[in-house]
């Protein structure tokens, strides 16, 4: 069965300090796409990246980055010299092309960064 | 202006009362979806809908019904609200496959006393 799993409940960081947000997932599928999406104080989602199953390099966008491993089946996001507007919920979400249906959230990562 | 549109944003109501949550979207999308948000639960899948005639029901469908009234339109009802309803709402869209990459709505924070 497909599953997300988001282990960190919460982290608080300090300004500039680089943090890493863990994401392992389980598929059967061999085809399915990985998700990154930021919820702010404000409540929206926001899209941050959409990664294919047969592409594994890692992506860097600013001052994020992600960390594809299919090997440990884990897309960790990275984000380098964190800042106060980082501040949010951050959700893993897990897409298999063969279920067709819609995304398979983690219950989301809640990042505190203080100043 | 938004992309992808819910009313109402914040909605009180009691127990028993019928509401309804309402989705537009500008996208031209084919693919539209109702979740709901509980604290610590992450987001789950209510329905929904490839094209207009087309919808399904997700993992937790009971209590709640849905209406795909256009391509653009997609609305869901509580029939009967109960206070464990309470959560944060959201549709969203994807353009024909659901590995697309799914856009959200700014949600509806529904409390059902």
């Known amino acids: 069965a497909q599953k997300v799993t988001q282990a960190q409940t919460e982290i608080s960081v300090v300004e500039k300090e680089d943090v890493t947000l863990d994401c392992v997932y389980e598929t059967r599928d061999t085809t399915y796409y990985l998700f990154w999406y930021k919820q702010p104080p404000s409540g929206e989602l926001v899209f941050l990246i959409r990664?294919?199953?047969?592409?594994?390099q890692n992506e860097i966008s600013g001052r994020y980055s992600w960390n594809f491993q299919k090997s440990t089946s884990s897309f960790n996001f990275t984000i380098t010299a964190s800042q106060v507007v980082d501040s949010a919920v951050y959700f893993c979400?897990?897409?298999?092309?063969?279920?067709?249906?819609?995304?398979?959230f983690g219950k989301g990562t809640t990042l505190s960064v203080s100043s | 202006d938004a992309d992808v549109t819910q009313t109402p944003r914040n909605r009180i109501t009691k127990t028993g009362k019928r509401i309804m949550l309402e989705c537009s979207q500008t996208k031209g999308h084919d693919r539209m979806y109702w979740y709901r948000q509980d604290p610590g639960l992450g987001l789950r899948l209510i329905y929904y809908?490839?094209?207009?005639?087309?919808?399904n029901k997700g993992e937790i469908s009971d209590g709640y019904s849905v209406s795909r009234q256009a391509q653009a339109k997609f609305s869901l009802s509580l029939e009967s609200a109960i206070p464990n309803q309470t959560a944060l709402y959201f549709c969203?869209?994807?353009?024909?496959?659901?590995?697309?990459?799914?856009?959200f709505g700014p949600g509806t924070r529904l409390t059902v006393l």
């Open positions: 990664r294919n199953s047969f592409d594994e």
């Open positions: 979400a897990l897409s298999e092309y063969q279920a067709g249906t819609a995304l398979i």
């Open positions: 969203a869209t994807s353009l024909a496959d659901s590995t697309d990459t799914q856009y």
């Open positions: 809908s490839f094209d207009v005639k087309d919808i």
